[in-house]
Each structure stands twice: as structure tokens, then as C-alpha cells.
């Protein structure tokens, strides 16, 4: 800790001469004292590397293989305590004063003296019958250890059997204090039991049992969560019926449908049977021909059988967001003009509003191809069989919040506010025809249509007296709406809605989205969940000021990817200069996470290996380039889809791509320690990833064109603003005004395509993110996180060169230096997909090459310049080495 600040004279005054003040001496002595010989550190050879040993499979196993032998040896020693436990009582009484071999040989529990006394404490003193649950718990704790996988969810289950061994000693304890047989029932309720029944039984008398019932019925409402349990429901369907020609005694009834099973959702297999009005018989859709011999011998007045209309799925359509559909309006009449409130009684988790407009750009469904004998043979490549055994997060890890599921605005509100604004622009001689009312989930949009006449510049200056008149901050004015013919004013609700991120992951339209990273964004202002694909984006650009929300958008922008997809269809490049946002999906390294090959840490926070990790990427976009101009293909999706039909050879360095999304959290502090070295790796991926699959996700605090410059602004048309302090920031990230009337708390403005849509962000809690890295975490993954290729800077490259030895040259230099001669190509890669060889054996040959003056010296990502121009002058070269 920094001490106070004194002058000098202070100091000589309480400090006797020889000593010196230790810690962050006073600025204004540096003139007069030297600083203060630091400590030495201790050598870091001695030091023991408890994350190393941590990670180790072997200790895992040894630990795994040691907590479940003590979990049976636990339960052998209480179920034999519960046999023999009277006769082991005095045995483990007179341990301490008697000869350890003469109380061993008395013991009849098969544990000895140890499991005996061990279960003397468990059983007679604490629990009885009930600590027979806890030897389950370092069993299931060691085969989570051993096999890397639960048998069962470990922190539920804990829970679960520390209140059984709690509560059954409570109820048994009741019961042995009702038989009063204390003194041969404490082995059966344990100490614990007993006295806290007696001290009930002087407070309540017996009615400590309804207490003992009470606490089952409270675990059961926060543990099982009883309020979801469903009684079934049973219904009677109405009988076919069938036409009078028909036999009435037996009649085959044979009907055949084209749809396939892929095409009939649950919904539309079966007829409501609940509804009694409806005539129409039921018939269940299948995929094969029904033949049922059915008796007719019920209905004396049969009537004609009339087929229900079989209805073709309508394909799906992507709309633009807008009014809620199944909104029902509603008028409330005052003075003046008539409010029309839109979407009173709307649903919320209903309507969609997906970010972009009808994609057109054609899909590359696999199919089976009749002409591949591999697909015959092997099927379709799944690239999810790599970790076949994993099991996306439930939702519920989220936490719902049902009480704050909707704003609350009265009709009174919306009255007053509408009175409100009709009277502030009459004041300015503005009239208006008619008002609408959109209430979102943090502000109400009200719409109008001024008279005929009025110019909408006019209304535009009116937002400080509008605000002014309805007490509000952060009013907001859109003359006017595109393509609706109104003009919006957007007012913050005083109790505003906080959308919660399971509200969002529980709906349908992001269960049966399509896109190829979907991430919700929020709700706008008419209640529609607005979903984006990050690969249509290609590419986001976040700013806002502090504690506006900017890490909680992160953190469900994140959270919407590890839902949706699989570990080998995604990987994250994390970069947290801060170096505490991004630190709870540490969990997630061996599942999701992408990282340099000698990285100690999967999340990035130093501005160096920043650095190299941008070039790495570069390095990474290039190689996938070449593998898409080699399999003729010109994005992703369609390299993907030739590799699971298995047309593209794995031995020519073909792979399954993943997707990469890097996610920077502060690109502020990034600009200004390295500059140039960040902006140009951005500016490179942000133009040219988008094909091959990388997508970047850049966050800021501070939205100044020192930062968001304008080489990385051109290619982020994607834009999200939460609040900022100025219009001069609202500018720089939006191009336009709006973002310094946010109201915060997660209030945003998305800018995509020229349009500008104001969202409220969901909330995610950090115990939510703890959860579900501890689930996807606990989990089997891979050996270690997703590589990137090794990027050497110049520095080390200039170092290494001095140590390359041409005397002693790899077996394999001739034939390197001549496949990098006829291709003209000084590239690691090359010489790794060409020669089959790894990495470090090509960045070896590659050296060797430079110091033989075949390639030229290292220029960051780009490909080394080749010297020599043929063959003939490299085979004279050759003989001179």
C-alpha cells in the first residue's frame, strides 16, 4: 500500500536516519534520494507450476482414480458401521487409551479402526442412515476426473445428496423421538437429527414434522423447480367418419402423403383433438401407407368423409423489422387527436425481426452424390463426430427473470404524454392528424402525421421542447420513418423492461434460425427478437462509454455462439487488454478458443502477442485462400460443403474450416501502445477475411478517429452504439446523430445497410457466464485449443538467422529449394503441404533457404521473394553448397 505523502523534514522526523521508506516513495524526493534497492526476485527454477500440474492428464487420472476409491470405501464403512455399529462404539471410544493392535483386532468393521471411527462421526454423530448418500459424492467427483466426463451433473447432485443426508436424519430423528428410542435409534438418525428435533420439539411442540415437510418443499421449488412439472393431459379425438357407400361392417382405409418427414413439423402432424366444434376428422400424416381395418358400427347417421386440405410449407421469408404482426390496435380517446396504440396486447416472443432483407445468395445443401463411391462407402464427413459425445448448454444455466417481463405503461402514461406533445407542437402552430404508440421494452415510439404543410424541419427542432414538456432525457426524433410516411418520437419508458437472455435463446425464431452465426442483439422498439448473422455482416464495429453495456453485449454476443454451434464449426480469438471481461471463458479453451502455438493463455492481453496473433490470422487467412483456389471454390460454405461430400483429398492439406471470430474488447489501448502494428493486420483482415470464414468483432470505449480510423471504418459496415457522451462520437461511429440520446443501461443503435434501428441489449449476469463455461468446460474437448499458424516477428527472424548452419543442412533442402524455384513461392505452407512436413521442419528449411540466398529475408504475413529464377542457376548453387 502507497504511503501518505510528507515532505522531507517529515520524514527525517519520523524515520531515524539510516532507514529509507519502502513502498512508492514521495514524487518530490527523487531529487534528493536514490530510489530504494528493490528486493531480489526468486528464481523461477524452483518455482512449482501448480496450472501445469493442474492440466495434467496423469494427475487428473491419479486423483479421479483416488476420490472414487474413497467414495467406496466410505459407503463399505458406513453400511458395515450400520451392521456392527454397537459393538465398534466402545472400540472406538477406548482407541486412545488401549494398544493399537488390540483395538484393530476388536473391530468388526470390514475397515478397521479407521472406517469405524470414520463412520462413528458420519453415522452416530452427524447424520444416522443419512450419510450413506455422501460417499456418492468424491465418486462422482473422481469419475468426472478419471473419464473426463459426468455421470451425472456434479454440482446438482451435491446439493441434492448433502440435503438428503440432511433431511432424511431430521425425519428419522422425528420418528426416533415420537418411539422415544433415543438410546438404540442415534445410529439410525445421527446427533444432528436428534437435537434439532428436540429443540423443535420445545419450541413447537410436534409440529416440528410440518417444519421437517416445509424444507422438502422448498428444495423441491428451487432445486426440481416443481412450477414446470405438467400434469398430462388426456383427450378423447372424434372418430372418423365415413361415407354411407362404404362397407359398414369393415372398411380398409389406404392413404398415401408426398411429404416427408422433414417437411411435417409437429405441429401439423395431428388435428387439434381439443377442439370440439370442428367436424373435420383427424388423420395423422405419415410418411408410409396406412392399412387399418377400422369397424364402422358406432355412428347411425354417417355423414360424408371430406379430406383436410393438406397445406405445402410456406418457404421461409426474411422481413424487415416492423410493427408487430399479430398486434391488435387500440384506441384511447381524449382531447384532440385519437392515440392509437399498436401493440398493446402483442406477444412477445412471437413476432421476428431478422437483421437483414430476403437473401438471395444461393445455398449449398449437401446431398448424396450418385457417383461417389467414398460417400457410398463412408457416408457424409461430420465434423462433429470429432468430440461425439458433447452436449450443448441447457437453457437452464440462464436465469429467468418473469417479473420483469414486460414494461409497464398505462394508458394513462400514454395519454398524458400524447396530450403532452399534440400541445407543445399546437404552441408552435404544428398540427397533426393522428398518433400511433409502439411500446417497446425501453422507450414507446409514438408516431404522427403532421397537417398538410407543415415541414418536417420544423418538428426536428422541437426535441429540447418536447423533452422539456415531458420531463423525459433521451428523447429522440426520426423524420422521417423510412417507407412508413410518419414521423417518430421516441419517449424512454419510466419503468422500462429488462429482456433477459433466456427470453431470447428460449424463442422459436433463434431455435430455428439458419444462419450460419446467428447472435441476438435485442428487441426493438415493437417487441420483435432481432437476430443477425455475423457472416452477412461480415464484420461489427461496438462502441459506448463506460458502464453503457458495451462488456454485457460482448458477453451475449458470445454466449449466442456457444449455444448455436458445435466446437468444430467454431473457434474464438479473444483479445481483453483490460484483462478481467473475458476472463471467465478461460473454461472454454480446450472447446472453443483459438490460440498461438506457444501461447500460455488462451485469452490474449498483451499488446506484443496481440500483435503476432493479428499477423497469425493474416498468416491463417492466406493459407485458406490457397486451399479454396485449389478446390476451385470461392467461399467457405461452398469449400465446406465439397469436403463433407468428400471431393476434396485430405493429403493435399484439405481440412474442415471453421469459423473465427476475434473478438477485441478495447481497441483504444491497443491504437495507442502499438499503432500502425494493430491497424494494419485490422484494416487487411477486415477487408479480405469475410470469404474464408473470419469475422471480427472490434469494441471501444472511445469512439475518436485517433482510434476508429478511417482505413478500419470503411470496412465495418456493420455499426452498434450504445450511449456516448457526445454527438461528435455519435458521428464518428454511426455517421450521424442519435447516440448521445440513448438512455443507457444496454439502450443501442445498430447501423446496418444505411438503416438505423434502436434495440434494447439483453442482460446476461456474470454467474450466468460462470455456469455455462463451467458445463461446456466440464465437458470432453480436444487435447489442447484451436492453433493458429506460428508467426516469428522481425526481430526473431533477424536472430535466428545467425544461427543457421549450411553445413549441416536438412536431408530435404535440395528438394525444397527446387519446389520453391518451379513455384516461385517462398512459402512455409508450401513447403509443408508439398513435402508432407510440419511446421517447425518447413520454418527450419525456409531459414536455411534464406541463408542460401534461394528465398528472401521474412516480410510479415506476405509470401518471401525468390531469388533464383530457374533451375539451371539453382543447380549451380547447390553444387557450390
Known amino acids: 500500500m502507497a504511503q501518505p505523502t510528507t515532505s522531507p523534514r517529515q520524514n527525517t522526523l519520523r524515520q531515524p536516519a539510516t532507514e529509507r521508506p519502502r513502498g512508492n516513495s514521495p514524487r518530490t524526493n527523487r531529487d534528493t534520494q536514490s530510489p530504494p534497492p528493490r528486493a531480489p526476485k526468486p528464481s523461477s527454477d524452483w518455482a512449482i507450476n501448480f496450472n501445469r500440474i493442474r492440466s495434467d492428464q496423469r494427475s487428473s487420472l491419479i486423483l479421479g482414480v483416488l476420490f472414487m476409491g474413497l467414495g467406496v470405501g466410505l459407503l463399505i464403512a458406513f453400511v458395515s458401521y450400520l451392521l456392527h455399529g454397537p459393538a465398534d462404539q466402545s472400540v472406538v471410544g477406548a482407541a486412545l487409551t488401549e494398544p493399537l493392535a488390540e483395538s484393530g483386532t476388536e473391530t468388526r468393521n470390514l475397515l478397521g479402526l479407521v472406517g469405524a471411527s470414520v463412520a462413528h ?207 391488435v390496435p387500440t384506441a384511447v380517446k381524449s382531447n384532440g387527436v385519437t392515440l392509437t396504440i399498436k401493440n398493446r396486447d402483442a406477444d412477445d416472443d412471437v413476432a421476428v425481426a431478422p437483421a437483414e432483407p430476403v437473401d438471395v445468395t444461393p445455398t449449398f445443401d449437401v446431398d448424396l452424390p450418385d457417383d461417389n463411391d467414398l460417400v457410398a462407402q463412408h457416408g457424409l464427413y461430420d465434423s462433429t463426430l470429432d468430440l461425439p459425445q458433447y452436449q450443448p448448454p441447457t437453457t437452464d444455466l440462464l436465469t429467468d427473470y418473469q417479473n420483469n417481463r414486460k414494461a409497464q405503461v398505462s394508458d394513462d402514461e400514454l395519454t398524458a404524454n400524447k396530450e403532452k406533445i399534440e400541445t407543445t407542437l399546437r404552441n408552435f402552430g404544428i398540427e397533426i392528424d393522428s398518433i400511433q404508440a409502439s411500446i417497446g421494452p425501453t422507450v414507446t415510439l409514438y408516431e404522427i402525421i403532421p397537417a398538410k404543410g407543415v415541414r418536417i424541419s420544423k418538428i426536428k427542432g422541437l426535441v429540447d421542447d418536447i423533452a422539456l414538456s415531458l420531463s423525459a432525457l433521451g428523447i429522440r426524433i426520426i423524420a422521417p420513418m423510412p417507407g412508413m410516411g410518419t414521423i417518430g418520437i421516441e419517449v424512454p419508458n419510466k419503468n422500462r423492461e429488462m429482456v433477459s437472455m433466456r427470453s431470447v435463446i428460449t424463442s422459436d425464431v433463434f431455435a430455428n434460425s439458419k444462419f450460419d452465426l446467428p447472435v441476438v442483439l435485442g428487441k426493438t422498439i415493437s417487441n420483435e427478437i432481432f437476430i443477425a448473422d455475423l457472416a452477412k455482416m461480415p464484420h461489427l464495429l461496438m462502441a459506448g462509454a463506460t458502464g453503457q453495456g458495451k462488456s454485457v453485449g460482448l458477453n451475449v454476443l458470445l454466449t449466442s455462439l456457444i449455444y448455436k454451434k458445435h466446437p468444430s464449426q467454431l473457434k474464438l480469438v479473444l483479445v481483453d487488454p483490460k484483462k478481467v471481461e473475458l476472463t471467465l471463458f478461460n473454461k472454454l479453451e480446450r472447446h472453443f478458443l483459438a490460440k498461438l ?24 487467412m492466406d493459407n485458406r485462400y490457397n486451399l479454396l483456389k485449389d478446390a476451385g471454390c470461392r467461399n467457405l460454405k461452398e469449400y465446406n460443403a465439397k469436403f463433407v461430400k468428400r471431393q476434396l483429398n485430405p493429403e493435399k492439406g484439405h481440412k474442415y474450416l471453421p469459423y473465427i471470430v476475434l473478438i477485441i474488447d478495447e481497441l483504444a489501448d491497443l491504437m495507442m501502445t502499438a499503432g500502425k502494428e494493430v491497424e494494419q493486420p485490422i484494416a487487411r483482415l477486415a477487408q479480405l477475411a469475410r470469404a474464408i470464414g473470419i469475422h471480427l468483432v472490434v469494441a471501444t470505449q472511445r469512439p475518436s478517429v485517433n482510434v476508429i480510423t478511417g482505413l478500419i471504418k470503411a470496412n465495418f459496415p456493420a455499426r452498434l452504439s450504445f450511449k456516448v457522451t457526445s454527438k461528435i462520437d455519435s458521428r464518428t461511429i454511426l455517421d450521424t446523430g442519435g447516440a448521445e440520446q440513448l438512455v443507457g443501461m444496454g439502450d443501442m443503435l445498430l447501423s446496418s445497410n444505411s438503416d438505423l434501428i434502436r434495440l434494447q441489449c439483453p442482460f446476461v449476469d456474470t454467474n450466468e457466464i460462470e455456469d455455462l463455461c463451467d458445463f461446456v468446460g466440464g465437458q470432453r474437448g480436444y487435447e489442447d485449443a484451436y492453433h493458429l499458424p506460428e508467426f516469428v516477428g522481425d526481430d526473431g527472424g533477424q536472430s535466428e538467422e545467425k544461427d543457421v548452419d549450411l553445413d549441416n543442412r536438412d536431408p530435404m533442402f535440395d528438394e525444397a529449394a527446387r519446389l520453391i524455384v518451379i513455384h516461385q513461392q517462398g512459402s512455409t505452407s508450401l513447403i509443408q503441404r508439398k513435402l ?20 528472401g529475408p521474412f516480410e510479415g504475413s506476405k509470401a518471401r521473394d525468390v531469388l533464383v529464377n530457374d533451375l539451371q542457376t539453382l543447380e549451380e548453387i547447390l553444387k557450390q553448397l
Not at 836 to 853: C, P, S, T, V
Request: hydrophobic share 40%; aromatic share 12%.
Open 836 to 855: 508432407k512436413l510440419g511446421y517447425n521442419r518447413a520454418g527450419r528449411l525456409i531459414d536455411q533457404l534464406e541463408a542460401a540466398r534461394i528465398v
Open 121 to 327: 462421526v458420519f453415522v452416530f454423530r452427524w447424520f444416522g442412515v443419512g450419510a450413506l448418500a455422501l460417499p456418492f459424492i468424491p465418486f462422482l467427483a473422481g469419475y468426472k476426473l478419471t473419464l473426463q466426463r459426468e455421470l451425472l451433473p456434479l454440482n446438482r447432485t451435491t446439493m441434492g445428496l448433502i440435503f438428503t443426508a440432511v433431511w432424511t436424519s431430521l425425519l428419522l430423528g422425528y420418528i426416533v423421538l415420537v418411539t422415544d428410542s433415543a438410546e438404540t435409534g442415534s445410529v439410525w438418525c445421527g446427533g444432528i437429527g436428534y437435537e434439532i428435533n428436540v429443540a423443535l420439539h420445545s419450541l413447537f411442540g410436534w409440529g416440528n414434522l410440518a417444519i421437517i415437510l416445509f424444507l422438502l418443499f422448498i428444495f423441491l421449488v428451487y432445486f426440481a423447480d416443481i412450477r414446470s412439472w405438467k400434469l398430462p393431459k388426456f383427450s378423447v379425438a372424434k372418430r372418423p367418419r365415413f361415407s354411407p357407400e362404404a362397407d359398414s361392417t369393415l372398411q380398409t382405409y389406404d392413404e398415401t402423403y408426398d411429404e416427408t418427414e422433414e417437411d411435417v413439423t409437429p405441429a401439423d402432424r395431428y388435428a387439434d383433438p381439443e377442439d370440439e366444434d370442428d367436424d373435420t376428422p383427424i388423420v395423422p400424416r405419415t410418411t408410409a401407407p396406412i392399412n387399418q381395418f377400422i369397424r364402422h358400427d358406432v355412428d347411425p347417421e354417417p355423414e360424408p368423409f371430406v379430406e383436410p386440405p393438406v397445406s405445402e410449407p410456406e418457404p421461409p421469408v426474411t422481413v424487415y423489422p416492423g410493427p408487430t404482426p399479430n398486434a
Open 597 to 620: 502455438p506457444d501461447a500460455d493463455e488462451p485469452i490474449i492481453t498483451d499488446t506484443k502477442k496481440v500483435v503476432n496473433t493479428l499477423n497469425s490470422l493474416c498468416i491463417e
